[in-house]
């Protein structure tokens, strides 16, 4: 790393992979509890055990024969989505937004048949999108409807992710699709993530592969200034996240529907650092913070209002650095 880069991650307190993953995830993150989060099926379950909502989930399919009765579990509903339940970065995720006769209308316009799904669900099974190729089960569960906060700014359903660090949100941003991202809100697919204020919801900052963007690129709607519905809540499902699965350190993903609000879509033992890039600013500070706070007994409640104090105090401190250089 040159001198500059390491000067610059020190300023900002940048979080690396090292360190995210020596002190935070093994440190915090025991291994056994890995599974509940990584197969959406597992964490769905664990959400309805802790009322807290997901998208509904209109079938699986856990085996090559079950794809004969695909026709008959899609025949009330116009509209899904196929997953496999442990994908990741979007690979695999299949969203349907229409019938028109015997066709099905991907987000892209494309037009698929029953075979083409079928095949989809086959390529999930035998391990094509999971991790490591092992063999999986599809998935398919209702469509989240985009939020009117979200009109104009690109097709597909944005979602919030929140860091959260023994159980107190920590670092948050909005990633919305694009069309190079096919309605999929994944940075590889090429989303945009804009960083979002912990203790207002509001987004603040933005980029688009690698670069700070203000407006959408498909659009021209401004990134910066959206304040998400349901912030609070948004908090309520990340903290909550925490003592439902046990996990120090982790990654809570939210999808917020037009009718139905908040809804939790998946969760993250290992969530990634680009998420300090997003919001212009590192996790360490933070981090730091939240691990010198008492938390013993805390409720959700508490603990998100633990979460404002320290951004606020961590922004304070910043700005006085600021003026100091
Ligand atoms: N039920 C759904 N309704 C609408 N969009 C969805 C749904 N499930 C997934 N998506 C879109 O696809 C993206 C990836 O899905 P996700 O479940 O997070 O899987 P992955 O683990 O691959 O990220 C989401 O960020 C969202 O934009
Ligand atoms: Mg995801």
Known sequence: MSLWRFQTYRRVGLLGINRRNAEYILGHNPRRLFPLVDDKLATKALCR?????????????????EIRDLEKML????SFVMKPASGAMGN????????????????????????????HASSILSGLYSLGGRVDRALIEARVRVHEVFNDLGEGVPDCRVIVFRGVPVMSMLRLPTQMSDGRANLHQGAIAAGVDITTGTTHHAVHLDRVVSKHPDTGKAVRG?????????????????DMTGLGYLGVDVVIDADEGPM??????????????????????????????????????????????????????????????
């Open 264 to 325: 939790l879509l998946e969760l993250n033992a290992r969530p990634g650092l680009s998420i300090q890039i997003a919001n212009g600013g590192g996790l360490t500070p933070l981090l730091e913070r939240i691990e010198k706070l008492d938390i013993s007994g805390s409720t959700p409640k508490e603990r998100i209002a633990m979460a404002r104090s320290v951004f606020a105090a961590h922004r304070k401190a910043a700005l006085g650095e600021d003026r100091a250089t």
């Open 75 to 78: 025949a009330p509903h116009d």
């Open 92 to 119: 695999g995720v299949l969203m349907v937004l229409k019938r028109r006769g015997d066709s099905f209308i991907r987000g892209s316009g494309a037009q698929l048949g029953i075979r083409d799904l079928r095949y």
């Open 226 to 242: 959206i304040q998400l519905p349901h912030w609070d809540e948004i908090l309520r499902i990340s903290a909550m996240s925490a």
């Open 49 to 65: 055990d802790h009322g807290i909502r997901t998208p509904d989930l209109y079938g699986t399919i856990s085996a090559h024969h």
